[in-house]
């Protein structure tokens, strides 16, 4: 069965972007694929936490997977940082890294762009990222396009190694841009894609926003003067948003969409949408308050680091002894 590997970092409540464009997909592939879904909470730290509030957050990410639809018993879910081989994989590959190559990296420019003091981390984040993902021997990674530049990077680094130690000790692993539908846009700026880290909350929906902050967030959600309900994402891009919205929560097609609403205000269209959100976001809701606090969550992720380290601890033995890191005991 091949491998996927996918990452998120617990830096906020997810969005309904984060939802429909990751992991809805994830419960879909965890009956098809060996999974390993991974709280990548040591990327978090490339930028200055409150250690109370992350400890939150990476709770509040697992038990969000899980009222999503990850099902423990067919794919593992762990926390990034009680695996230690992460880390210690991530210190390799950094030798293997180019600075150059680094701080080519689009993220690393955007985040570091007009700041006097910028963490080394922030660079070299991109090895430990492809450490996350070799370390399973994944096949298929799950990205948006803004992480597409570090998959390749990951696919460069398991290459050059693979050749400089003429050892096929890593996986090349494929690049999978999430299906159509996937790339949710702020509802306050449409030409700009969803985001937990929206200054403007009005941009985005958490998966935790109650019925009436989302049904008063839609209803806020820019649009046009026009009144006609129809996808063109150049010339109404928040109407086009909508569609992708209420097509993604409900499996109707944009055209179907557009055949209902059509002759109809946006007034209609958006109540609509707004309880379209809430149907598919309230029941998550609901298993998330029953997990939040739980013993159940703690023993999940306890199982999950468990059995993350098994096949990460074999891959970082070989990559350590393809290097000469080490010893090579010798046999009594």
Not at 275 to 299: G, H
Not at 311 to 321: C, E, G, I, V, Y
Request: aromatic share 6%.
């Amino acid at each position: 069965m091949e491998k996927i590997f996918s990452g998120i970092q617990p830096s906020g409540t997810l969005t309904l972007g984060n939802y429909l464009g990751a992991l809805k997909q994830f419960v879909e592939l965890q009956d098809d694929y060996e999974c390993y879904f991974c709280i990548v909470d040591e990327h978090a730290i490339t930028v200055p936490q409150d250690r109370l509030k992350l400890r939150n957050n990476i709770r509040s990410l697992a038990a969000l997977y899980l009222a999503s639809g990850i099902d423990p018993k067919k794919a593992t879910l762990f926390i990034q940082s009680e695996v230690p081989a992460h880390t210690q994989l991530g210190w390799i590959l950094q030798s293997m890294n180019y600075v150059g190559e680094l701080e080519r990296m689009t993220q690393y420019k955007d985040k570091s762009e007009g700041k006097d003091a910028v963490s080394a981390a922030l660079l070299t984040y991109p090895s430990l990222m492809a450490a996350d993902i070799l370390l399973y021997q994944s096949n298929i990674v799950p990205v948006g396009d803004d992480q597409k530049q570090h998959l390749e990077l990951t696919r460069d680094l398991a290459q050059r190694f693979n050749n400089r130690y003429d050892n096929e000790v890593f996986t090349i692993p494929e690049i999978r841009i999430p299906k159509v539908g996937a790339r949710v846009m702020s509802l306050q700026d449409p030409t700009k894609k969803m985001s937990k880290s929206d200054e403007n909350e009005k941009g985005f929906i958490s998966m935790l926003d109650d019925p009436k902050r989302i049904e008063k967030k839609i209803k806020s959600a820019v649009t046009d003067s026009e009144g006609i309900v129809k996808y063109d994402k150049a010339n109404k891009p928040g109407v086009s948003n909508l569609l992708t919205i209420y097509s993604s929560c409900t499996g109707e097609s944009i055209e179907a969409l557009e055949a209902k609403y059509e002759g109809k205000g946006y007034g209609e269209f958006k109540q609509d949408v707004a309880q379209a959100v809430i149907s598919v976001l309230q029941p998550i809701q609901e298993k998330y308050k029953e997990l939040i606090d739980s013993d159940i969550l703690d023993d999940i992720l306890d199982q999950g680091a468990e059995k993350a380290a098994i096949p990460a601890n074999r891959t970082l033995a070989k990559a350590k002894k393809a290097m000469g890191l080490g010893r090579v005991k010798k046999k009594k």
